[in-house]
């Protein structure tokens, strides 16, 4: 069985990629099994897919522990504990990370179990969709290549299966990407793990945990400020101070309430907490905030 975990944030599409890889390998003649986890937070909160792909009939269940192949749809995620990308990889997990880095500095820097197969799926989401945000059939395609079970028409024909709502300009768009994606990548060779090796029993017994047990109970108050949710941020707003007015409209639509008013009078954000979500440069009237990419951005020395 070959288990792949595809990891992004809400609104990257990581659902819909588990889902066109899973059509793809049962157009393929194989058994498959996709399914997405995620809890009540919104776009930008880490977001986890699984797929499975057997040529037997599938009785395993849950999520996946030891995934064969894992994809990182957003880099800045390596470094979210609480979204864990990595967890349970070992040296049989081939590591694919949507990252213009230098694969070995990026094991070292993060460290990875692996060398990581690094690639620009943002770059070629831009060119082909005019949307860097949006990866789902940029990284089933390369999930999809890398396990060398696919046939490119298999592939296409399940981007036009599970993308057949959108309109056809937009889904000719899709299926150039895919192609291209397809184009650009090897395939790997994955090692069969033993059997025993990945779970004590091909079928899974789940057992009935008590409520309190499944789910974090929260009893202290006021503690949402602990949570800092800036390094969910894909895109960095930046206040030109030379263009803004001080207005405060990108204070009044900012939907997490993240800007506030500096001592001067002046919209200051905090970037602890801004999900990125871009909305204050969309509403602010002097065009005077920038939208950079967080992974470019350096922190100045003090
Ligand atoms: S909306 Fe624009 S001009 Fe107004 S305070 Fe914010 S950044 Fe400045
Ligand atoms: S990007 Fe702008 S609107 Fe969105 S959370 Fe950050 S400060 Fe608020």
Redesign the pocket.
Known sequence: MLRVRLHGRGGQGIKTASQVLGTAAFLSGFQAQDFPLYGAERRGAPIVAFTRIDKEPILERGPIAIPDLILVGDETLLEDSQAAPICGADALTTLLVNSEKDPKDLREKQLLPTVPVTFELTKLCLKHLNAGMILSTALAAAAARLTGMIPLENLIEAVEIELADIPPEKLRKNLDLVREVFELLDPVVFKEREEGEYSPSRLMILEQKEVRDAAPLITATGNMNLRKTGNWRIHRPE?DFEE???????YARCPEGVIKEDVEGK?EIDYDHCKGCMICAQ????H??KTLWEMDYEPQSQ
């Open positions: 206040i803004c007015n001080h207005c405060m409209i990108c919209p509403e602010c009237p002097k005077a905030i």
